[in-house]
Structures are given as structure tokens and as C-alpha cells.
């Protein structure tokens, strides 16, 4: 198993003129029901050249087993030719060898893989505590030693506080934590959410530094929504929708909540290239709590500059999913519809700026829910969970309409946000398994994105992620 870098001179076929600068590793590509390729990534600065801690996991449904089944799977030789896409802006390989320029230095995948988890591996960045999102995190903390550097646990504090008191609470797993007398193993940094009027001040403001090469700002999105009904004193500042007395306590508070996921924009240092990366999320167009739309204003004069050429993404689920029955996710319609609202931002910033452009004008999204939002909900007792200000409308009562419309667009529309995308790669991820014969899910959500392509003329490539894959920008 050992590997030097010498021996894989035929990794890189890139452009002269590329040089990359992240690098991108799929452990999990998947969103369940089958445990064994969840949700789990890798991100490094190629800068760093693998050094210790140098290593960022987002999100660990898979961890440890998958890097040993990637390090199996590897051919013993010299690596494959890496196939360039876009122009030579990035380059993808889903061939299942991403770790061929690391020199390893045991014999055995196993002992291997725990070298990477133990030694270059700093920090978990978590998007949301669901179990297909932690779950490796959590058993793989069995295979830490005294000698191992403390890993770090980064991510809204909302979900930390959901790892810390549902998890590492000496119940469902020993406190691993360095905190509540635990055994010091891992530790917490909680990360400050962006603010959308903060994030157009710098494009140096409100990043963290996770560790050598890796800076990451975050921004929380909604996933899905949640029924809780509980039992409770009116005073805790939680928002009731009916009628009260005072003197009828304890009050049943039965609401309908939105649940946090976070947005990542993850940042080499060295070049300020970023790839974003998502956790589980649901479209602006059903959310009881829209929060896209932020994310995309963020993200649109990064792409304009060149410094996002990937979007990490999910895909839950083809286009025969209902709405109704997404329960926080996306499909095809629905992630084009998102691209294509991120894409008009690029083009008027483009046409703003003086580059080829469209002038939208102050064109606006259409929703058919238009209420705000406010976090005044039970942040203690429900981490991760958002009430709405006024009631929601209950399940059976939305009917959401798509953004996509059903004419092409051309060049004399508009509206059209013609090649905005061009040079971005969409990376899609958490692609749940349909546990039936002969249907692949993964190729008929690819298949169903790139059609909605070549209807709206984006721009941007479609890519299905695989355990082993990863991608280089």
C-alpha cells in the first residue's frame, strides 16, 4: 500500500495554465436508506501538500471505512491520466483514487485510513446533527489514542449544542468532548453565522481559519420543517398562536418548525478560491423559512470573479418526488429552478460591472409564501429549530408551482440568464437509493438536471458524485 508521489507522475494532465488550489474527496455520496454511503467529504489546500491536521471532513456520515474501501479499491500502479472538463478550469475524476499522491505509511488499507483520520484530518465542519451526517464521526472516535491530536468539532452552535447534549452526553456515546468533565478527545468551535448585510462588506470579512490553508464562512439554510408539540410554562419566549390565559399553565405549544443546515463557502488561503458546499436543504419556493436566496446574493460576485468554480449540492431525490414528499430536500426541478435564480444575480452584476451581461433590472423572485421569519423559537430545548413569526400553513395546504417556465430561452430574452454558470461545476451529492430493480436513481437525476440544462442554457456541468471521486479546482 505504500505510495510515493513519484509514482504517480500521470496524475495531474491539467492545463499549463492550472494550477489548482482545493481539493475535493468523496468518501459518502449518498443520502441512505443504506448506511454504508452516507454523506462524508474531504477537503484540503493543495498548498499544504498533505501535511498533518492540514485535512478539513464536511460532515461524517462514512469516515474511517469508506477511506479504507477507497485505499482498497486504488490500483497498486501509477495513477490515471486525470481528465480535464470545462476548459481546463477544473478537473474531476470519479476513477476512485484520490489519495495518490500521498505517501502512506503502512502496508494494510486499515492502518492506513486510521492515518488519515488520526493524523491529517484537524476538524469535522458539520452541516446539521442528522445521523447520516455524524454517525462515522461519532463511532470513529473509538479509534483515537492518547497521542492523537484533539480533533475539533466545527459548526452553527445550534448543532453543536444537538451533538453535545443528544451524543457525546455518556448515554448514546461517552462525552468524547473536552467539555462537562469529558474525556478531551474532540473539541467544539462554534461558528458565527454570517450575516447577509455582513457578507457584502469584504470578501475578507467573517471567515474562520480551520486549519493550514482553509478558511470557511458559513451560512445557515433551512431544512425542512418539524412538528413539536410540547408542554410548557408561556414565559419561555417561544411564540404561541392561540388564545391564552395567564392562569392555564403549563401551555401545550404545538407548532410547525424549520430546521437548520448550514451552507459552507470554504476558502483556500493561498489564492482565495472557494468551493461551496451544502448540507441537506430544501428550495426557497416550499420553505416555511427561505434562506437560498442569501446564500446565492453571496455566492453570485464570487462567481463573476472567478473564485467559485464548484457548488457541492444535493439531490435527494428525481423529479416523481412530490413537494409534499421531499421532506427537506431537493430534486431536479428544484435545483435548477435555485441555479438559474443564482444565475440572473451573476448576470447583473456582470452587465453592472461591464462584463457580457443581461440587465435584469429589479427583477424579483416570485414565491408563492412571502412571510418573514424570526429566531425566537426554543433554542435550548429544540437546537437547530426556527418558529415562524405568523402561523405557517399546515402540509396539506401548500401547493407549490415550480420557477422553471416551460418556453427556451434565447438570447433576445431578457430574463434570460444565458451561459451565467459557464466555468461552475455542480458536484451533486446525497442521492438517496430507490431500493429497487433496475432503476438508478443517481442516472436519472443526472439525466433529468441536464435536460433542465439544455432548456435554460446555464452554463454550468452537472456532476454525479461517487465514494472515491473527487475534484480538483
Known amino acids: ?10 496524475i495531474v494532465e491539467e492545463c499549463s495554465s492550472f494550477e489548482p488550489a482545493l481539493h475535493v474527496i468523496v468518501l459518502g455520496s449518498g443520502g441512505g436508506p443504506t448506511e454504508d454511503n452516507v454523506t462524508g467529504l474531504l477537503i484540503r489546500s493543495t498548498a499544504t501538500h498533505w501535511e498533518k491536521g492540514s485535512v478539513v471532513a464536511i460532515d461524517a456520515g462514512v469516515h474511517l471505512a469508506s477511506i479504507a474501501r477507497i485505499l482498497e479499491a486504488a490500483p497498486n500502479g501509477p495513477g490515471k491520466v486525470r481528465q480535464s ?3 481546463g478550469h477544473f478537473n474531476v475524476s470519479m476513477a476512485g483514487d484520490p489519495f495518490q499522491t500521498l505517501h502512506l505509511p503502512h502496508e494494510s488499507a486499515p492502518a492506513n485510513a486510521a492515518y488519515i483520520t488520526r493524523e491529517l484530518v484537524s476538524t469535522y465542519l458539520i452541516t446539521h446533527p442528522h445521523l447520516d451526517h455524524i454517525s462515522g464521526l461519532v463511532i470513529n472516535t473509538a479509534s483515537y489514542e492518547h497521542n492523537t491530536s484533539k ?6 452552535p445550534s448543532t453543536i449544542e444537538a451533538i453535545k447534549s443528544h451524543i457525546f452526553n455518556n448515554v448514546i456515546w461517552p462525552n468524547m468532548s473536552d467539555e462537562n468533565n469529558g474525556l478531551g ?4 468551535l462554534r461558528l458565527k453565522e454570517s450575516a447577509p448585510a455582513d457578507l457584502r462588506r469584504s470578501r475578507k470579512k467573517g471567515y474562520v481559519s480551520l486549519c493550514a490553508g482553509l478558511s470557511v464562512k458559513c451560512m445557515s439554510v433551512s431544512h425542512g420543517k418539524c412538528h413539536v408539540s410540547v408542554q410548557t410554562p408561556v414565559n419561555i419566549g417561544m411564540p404561541i398562536h392561540h388564545s391564552c390565559s395567564a392562569s392555564a399553565i403549563p401551555k401545550v405549544i404545538d407548532e410547525w418548525y424549520t430546521y437548520d443546515s448550514t451552507a459552507y463557502f470554504i476558502k483556500d488561503d493561498q489564492t482565495d478560491r472557494e468551493a461551496l458546499i451544502f448540507g441537506d436543504i430544501e428550495p426557497d419556493s416550499v420553505s416555511l423559512h427561505p434562506r ?25 431525490f428525481d423529479d416523481s418526488q412530490s413537494d409534499k414528499m421531499l421532506f427537506g430536500h431537493l430534486s431536479p426541478r428544484h435545483l435548477s429552478a435555485e441555479l438559474r435564480i443564482l444565475a440572473l444575480r451573476v448576470n447583473r452584476l456582470k452587465y453592472e460591472s461591464g462584463q457580457q451581461g443581461i440587465d ?11 412571510s418573514t421569519s424570526t429566531r425566537d423559537g426554543p433554542e435550548a430545548s429544540s437546537p437547530g429549530l426556527i418558529s415562524p413569526r405568523h402561523p405557517p400553513r399546515q402540509p396539506e ?5 415550480t420557477l422553471s417556465t416551460d418556453e427556451p430561452s434565447t438570447s433576445n430574452d431578457a430574463s434570460s440568464p444565458l451561459k451565467a454558470l459557464s466555468g461552475v461545476t455542480i458536484l451533486i451529492i446525497h442521492v438517496k437509493d430507490s431500493l429497487k430493480d433496475g432503476v438508478d436513481r443517481a442516472a436519472l437525476i443526472l439525466s433529468q438536471l441536464e435536460s433542465e440544462e439544455v432548456h435554460q442554457h446555464l452554463g454550468c456541468k452537472f456532476i454525479m458524485s461517487r465514494r472515491g471521486g473527487d475534484i480538483l479546482v
Not at 185 to 188: A, D, E, M, N, S
Not at 293 to 312: C, E, K, Q, T
Request: charged fraction near 25%.
Open 360 to 370: 435584469l433590472g429589479s427583477r424579483k423572485r416570485k414565491r408563492q409564501r412571502t
Open 292 to 316: 437560498l436566496i442569501h446564500v446565492w446574493d453571496h455566492a453570485a460576485p464570487r462567481i463573476v470573479s472567478g473564485l467559485l468554480p464548484v457548488i457541492v449540492v444535493e439531490c435527494s
Open 397 to 401: 395546504d401548500i401547493d407549490v408551482t
Open 85 to 87: 472538463t470545462n476548459g
Open 185 to 188: 478527545f474532540v473539541g467544539y
Open 151 to 156: 480533533k475539533l468539532i466545527a459548526a452553527l
Open 1 to 10: 500500500m505504500k505510495k510515493a508521489a513519484s509514482e504517480v507522475a500521470g
